[in-house]
């Protein structure tokens, strides 16, 4: 083997050691909490949009409280009953605002829910602020409370 072929070769163990160790020090690191709460909230977002009620169901702690009372099984179907009168539904938030504390959270956001049919415009649309509870559980995040508020 020339000087070149080995100088070629150390150079690809050299790189494919390096990419192990930094792909291998990703997957040990922990995402922060702040972010996995961020993370959380898109995915409640996104289970809202797709329709998807079993994405509540995980989000929601068993003690979840909303307004007027609103408890967790409330919530579920108030979301299912929502799903089945708008073949569409869009949210669209503002700005998320995390405030942390050990094992607990707030975030505050607007967001803008439509729902329609499938035409082009929505056959309803709200603009609402809102505040939501969270707490940590076993490294996830569950939501315990939510209250909003229109703003149109």
Known sequence: MGQGMRTTSAFVRCSVTLMLLVVSA??????????????????????????????????????FIGPDALDREGAGRIARLMFLRHRQI??????VSVQLQPGH?????????????????????QLYEVETGWREEGGEW?????TWVPKL
């Open 90 to 95: 869009g949210v669209q938030l503002g700005p």
């Open 105 to 125: 959270a707030t975030a505050r956001f607007t967001a803008a829910l439509t729902g329609g049919s499938g035409e082009v415009l929505p056959d309803a649309a």
């Open 26 to 63: 990703f997957g040990c690191s922990r995402t922060p909490p702040e972010q996995r709460l961020r993370q959380s909230v898109e995915s409640l977002q996104q289970g809202i949009e797709q329709r998807d009620a079993s994405v509540l169901d995980a989000m929601l702690a068993e003690d």
């Open 142 to 146: 569950r939501l315990t409370s939510a």
